[in-house]
């Protein structure tokens, strides 16, 4: 076998998390960035539904999501979109509180009654009486975002390295022997796992007990409908969680919000949850669905209080966890990024409290 390449730092698995820690990382350490598949962000981060909005996740995400904002706008890849989240009649004090939760937390959000919501998604189904907006919103270009990540990381030195899974990995003498699926044999002082749904499987194959990251199904379709999406209307939400949709370039992307529960797997969609989605869509609008042009599927990975986590193992030394983003892991990059580069290379780590998203929480 030939000698093994000695890296300080070793992520496991290139989409959006793994691709800004390494650009995160950058000159400060020897890197590489080992990918499974043979194009980097297959998975999670290349079926984003795409869009910025400050409240989506919750309160604990929130702080990630609007840190990373002035990194996003400045590099370009927010176009302004708006959120709009709708209630039913009867819920008219869950959106108050809604709106109020948010305010509190410098998230800039107005009530608007029945008639404004008419104004901004024509057609509403009787029964929607009000709803919360979010000026701040934003479509994501999650694609060059991602490349801006890979690039950034590359200028700085890391080393990419596609259809390289790991099959193995254990310490000895203070460093990781980690094996790649070919046979070859990489070595570092630290490994980093952020391989998504397969998160915790690596930390199995690493002897690190696992956390309970659990991969759940989203499902989006991309529909023709009558009239034609105005490029104006805002992202949709309900205050529910059953349901999201926006304009894209004519079409509307429409979800389900489903989290079905799935191993770790190359993620489709279902019938049962396209046609689920259509129905609940119809109960929104009064439009006709003319065609139903494409779907997928996505898996969002949840730790078992649906917060991300980020830093050491406590119980296996130079272990660094990078994993548990759900849904949320494009819109909280930038900001994630930089605290997780932080804790990796002893940094101060700003304006966000690491504490909430420790690993030790459940140790």
């Not at 309160?59 to 302004?80: E, H, M, N, W």
């Not at 429409?254 to 869509?281: G, K, M, N």
Request: proline fraction near 6%.
């Amino acid at each position: 076998m030939a000698v093994a390449e000695q890296y300080d730092i070793a992520i496991i698995g290139a989409g959006m998390a793994g691709a800004s820690l390494a650009a995160a990382i950058g000159g400060d350490a020897r890197t590489v960035l080992l990918e499974a598949e043979g194009q980097p962000g297959y998975h999670a981060t290349g079926r984003s539904a795409a869009f910025w909005t400050e409240s989506y996740g919750g309160p604990a995400i929130q702080p990630l999501t609007s840190a990373s904002g002035q990194y996003l706008r400045d590099g370009g890849f927010l176009k302004p979109r708006a959120a709009l989240t709708i209630a039913r009649t009867g819920q008219e004090a869950r959106i108050k509180a809604f709106a109020e939760r948010y305010a509190r937390l410098g998230v800039t959000v107005r009530i608007l009654d029945r008639a404004e919501l008419s104004s901004l998604v024509p057609g509403l189904a009787d029964g929607w009486s009000c709803g919360a907006l979010e000026p701040s919103c934003c479509d994501i270009d999650v694609a060059a975002l991602h490349q801006h990540f890979l690039a950034k990381a590359r200028q700085a030195g890391v080393e990419l390295r596609g259809r390289a899974r790991v099959d193995g990995a254990r310490r000895e003498a203070d460093v990781w022997r980690v094996g790649i699926a070919d046979g070859e044999e990489i070595r570092c002082g630290v490994l980093v796992n952020a391989a998504g749904a397969w998160a915790d499987e690596i930390a199995g194959l690493a002897g690190v007990a696992p956390i309970g990251i659990a991969p759940l199904r989203r499902t989006v379709v991309q529909l023709q409908v009558a009239p034609e999406t105005p490029a104006s209307l805002p992202l949709v939400l309900d205050l529910a969680e059953e349901f999201y949709f926006k304009p894209v370039s004519g079409r509307l992307w429409l979800s389900p919000h489903d989290e079905t529960p799935s191993s770790a797997c190359d993620a489709a969609p279902e019938e049962l949850d396209v046609a689920t989605a259509i129905a609940r869509l119809e109960e929104v609008v009064d439009w006709k669905v003319l065609k139903l042009e494409h779907s997928w599927a996505g898996l969002r990975s949840f730790a078992p209080d649906r917060m991300p986590v980020y830093g050491f193992d406590p119980g296996v030394a130079g272990f660094f966890w990078c994993a548990g983003q759900g849904g949320f892991g494009i819109q909280t990059a930038p900001a994630a990024a930089q605290l997780a580069a932080s804790l990796l290379l002893d940094r101060q780590t700003g304006e966000i409290d690491p504490a909430p998203y420790a690993p030790d929480r459940f140790r």
